[in-house]
């Protein structure tokens, strides 16, 4: 039995990876969520796919394709419904589309859908200090907020005093989904 059917009847993690720097550690959070009991796909924005993260690795360890266009018209759909919806890292580009309700990715589009679907969406922010005071952020924060969206502390990617960068805390998306 190999692992994906070891896995199979579990709840489903959509995990939505957006163009950050930090995407980079995806295969971290997947492998967090199979440690959690959940099996996971990723959708990734379209610029996410361009060298932001190892999407053959995050295939390897979910065992299906990444997603980031939609699928044909009649073709099946690639993923069960999802029983929550983690997107980390989240952009300022894709917090502001999401709450404008500009779907025009298909990770956007899969946000707005999830919220009217009912499903719990956990973010993690990763957000310049230069952008996260922008006016139209932080209405979006809010709307999103207000929607039932939960965020975990955004995360500037800054040095600290010592010149290090801190780590991303990938399972704070996991605590912010997690049942019960
Ligand atoms: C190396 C690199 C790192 C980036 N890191 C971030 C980031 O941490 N947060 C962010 O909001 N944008 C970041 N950007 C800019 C986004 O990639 C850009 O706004 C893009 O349009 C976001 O697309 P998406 O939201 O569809 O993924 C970065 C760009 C580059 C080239």
Redesign the pocket.
């Known amino acids: 039995m190999t692992e994906r059917t070891e896995r199979a009847g579990r709840p489903f993690l959509y995990v939505v990876v957006?163009?950050?720097?930090?995407a980079d550690g995806v295969g971290g959070l997947i492998t967090a969520a199979h440690e959690r009991g959940w099996e996971a796909g990723v959708l990734a924005?379209?610029?996410?796919m361009e060298g932001?993260f190892d999407a053959a690795e995050a295939e390897a360890l979910t065992g299906r394709p990444v997603r980031s266009a939609w699928r044909r018209p009649g073709a099946p759909r690639p993923f069960p419904p999802p029983d929550a919806v983690v997107v980390a890292?989240a952009?300022?580009?894709?917090v502001n589309?999401w709450a404008q309700g500009l779907a025009d990715?298909l990770?956007v589009a899969t946000l707005c859908e999830a919220c009217g679907l009912g499903v719990p969406v956990a973010v993690l922010p990763?957000?310049?200090d230069a952008?996260a005071g922008h006016p139209a952020y932080r209405e979006s924060l809010a709307r999103l907020r207000a929607m039932g969206v939960r965020f975990g502390d955004r995360y500037s990617?800054e040095p600290d005093e010592r010149g290090v960068r801190p780590r991303f805390g990938w399972e704070r998306a996991l605590d912010l989904v997690a049942p019960g």
């Open positions: 957006c163009a950050a720097g930090a924005t379209p610029t996410a932001f890292p952009t300022f580009n894709t589309k990715t990770a990763c957000v310049a952008l990617g």
